[in-house]
């Protein structure tokens, strides 16, 4: 750890070789299984690490005209775009860097589905379903919740797609176990099977858990080879958080600590700029040698350096006191985080850093205050 006192802060630190575990294990499921795993850009996208996650992974997952061009220009493999709704000013160029372009709807797909084949011809067609099944734990992350706009429901499903789909995509899940993906999976095949028939492959979306501790991932093998058999299809998944899962930290520095009702401590970072998700799910961010409040002999409010009242990460003990410049560290703060980053209220966007296997700290990006003026006039 003592390797992260001397750097500029606030700062990710993505480490190289807990992210090369992950890969490792995904390519386990992908040689077990026979399913391809491509990365959901929306949940890490930080692209210096794409030619290290290309020797795993089959390509990209994008929403949309954006992320399709950085999985085109910076990973290189299968380029698979989904939107929810596409444009006309986007689609020519979606279609050109696209291996497969899947609709949410068939209305969006009789829209594009034939200048998509004009401008492409091996592009690969699927539509989004909406299975029904809700699993995800947080309706803010529950893509099959009441009124939906994610997918296609069976009432909704017109014949006249199959036509032009090579494959079906679903994505049902949020942080979840393989017995949450055989259920989304039953009510899936009770639905939608009957059209299986003349596709090529079926694509499981994200939200697979696999490199999570305590993940059955002998099950989800399972899972994935008997739907193969069965329909002789290919599968696909598409994680996010599952890559980018317990690779690194967000590492900061305690500016001043102030005293109302407890100890609070200000730090050069910001729950609501950089840590988005402990607020919108929201969650607790672990801390690396803290307890919870009360439990260890000093407990600190951590909060942000924004004006934004509940601009706050929770409270933390530890068993020495915390000084003005002491480094605090939140753990697993990889994914779901720089790609969701603002500057807010003028905030730093804290910088990139990759930890390299042989220990050393490479600084990757760096940003200022034309990081904040270029978005604003
Ligand atoms: C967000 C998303 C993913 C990735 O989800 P994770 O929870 O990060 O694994 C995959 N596919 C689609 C369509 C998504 O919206």
Known sequence: MNNFENIKTPCYICEEELLENNLKLLDYVQKQSGAKIILALKGFAMWSTFSQIREYLQGCTASGLHEAKLAYEKFGGEVHTYSPAYKDEDIDEIAEIS??????????LFKYVHRVKEINPDASISLRINPEHSASPKEIYNPCGIYSRLGTTLKNFDEDVLNYVDGLNFHALCEQGADELEAVLIAFEDKFSKYFKTLKYINFGGGHHITKKGYDVEKL????KEFRAKYDVEVYLEPGEAIGWETGVLVSTVLDIVDNGMNIAILDTSAEAHMPDTLAMPYRADVRGSGEAGEKKYTYKFAGNTCLAGDIMGDYSFDKALEIGDKVIFEDQIHYTFGKNTTFNGIKLPSLMIKRKDNT???????GYEDYKIRLS
């Open 361 to 367: 700290l490479e600084i990757i990006k760096e940003f």
């Open 221 to 224: 093998i399972r899972i994935i």
């Open 99 to 108: 291996n497969h372009v899947v609709f949410n709807s068939p209305n969006q």
